[in-house]
T-cell receptor, first 113, second 111 residues
């Protein structure tokens, strides 16, 4: 099976812009979670989608949003970018039958200038 | 207090050594425990997955969970330079349906 894929892999934006990141889960996985990874804070949970519904959200401002499509692909959007949004954004997919083990994609590295 | 505490290291050991990586956690309700390995500029890769207490072995890797102490460990036997990476412990918060990660331990195996 193909793994989790994320596009784009690298992105450079300037403050105030917005960005959309995409994630395709492992075939058959219906749950997609997003995480932000920074050197200072480590891996932090952003939100999780299942069957096109957001089931849970982490402690991030409303500038961070996401959605999931009927084919389980997911996108996350960050509006009004700030320098502190520079990070590796990771997507993970899981299947309920596997005890919710999450498999990660390679991530999108976002640099905000 | 963080939900999951992990010594960030860095940890440097000679090739062939036994490596012990550890995490502590605060919520006794947690039942699913994972170890991920992350190479530089890559996403985390699932190494080991354990449910509840006990040991689980996979080749040179052994994961151990002690729920009474709220302590989880990963042991690497006969360590290789290719094991050099950051190791992250993660615990599934079933209520919030999210993984809670430790800070990660940066490990270097010296040839």
């Amino acid at each position: 099976k193909a793994g989790v894929t994320q596009t784009p892999r690298y992105l450079i934006k300037t403050r105030g812009q917005q960005v959309t990141l995409s994630c395709s889960p492992i075939s058959g996985h219906r749950s997609v979670s997003w995480y932000q990874q920074t050197p200072g804070q480590g891996l932090q949970f952003l939100f999780e989608y299942f069957s096109e519904t957001q089931r849970n959200k982490g402690n991030f401002p409303g500038r961070f949003s996401g959605r999931q499509f009927s084919n389980s692909r997911s996108e996350m959007n960050v509006s009004t970018l700030e320098l502190g949004d520079s990070a590796l954004y990771l997507c993970a997919s899981s299947s309920p039958g596997q005890g919710r083990t999450q498999y990660f994609g390679p991530g999108t590295r976002l640099l905000v200038l | 207090q963080k939900e999951v505490e992990q010594d960030p290291g860095p940890l440097s050991v000679p090739e062939g050594a036994i490596v012990s990586l550890n995490c502590t956690y605060s919520n006794s309700a947690f039942q699913y425990f994972m170890w991920y390995r992350q190479y530089s500029r890559k996403g985390p890769e699932l190494l080991m997955y354990t449910y509840s207490s006990g040991n689980k072995e996979d080749g040179r890797f052994t994961a151990q969970v002690d729920k009474s102490s709220k302590y989880i460990s990963l042991f690497i036997r006969d360590s290789q330079p290719s094991d050099s990476a950051t190791y992250l412990c993660a615990i599934l918060d079933q209520g919030a349906q999210k993984l809670v990660f430790g800070q990660g331990t940066r490990l270097t195996i010296n040839p």
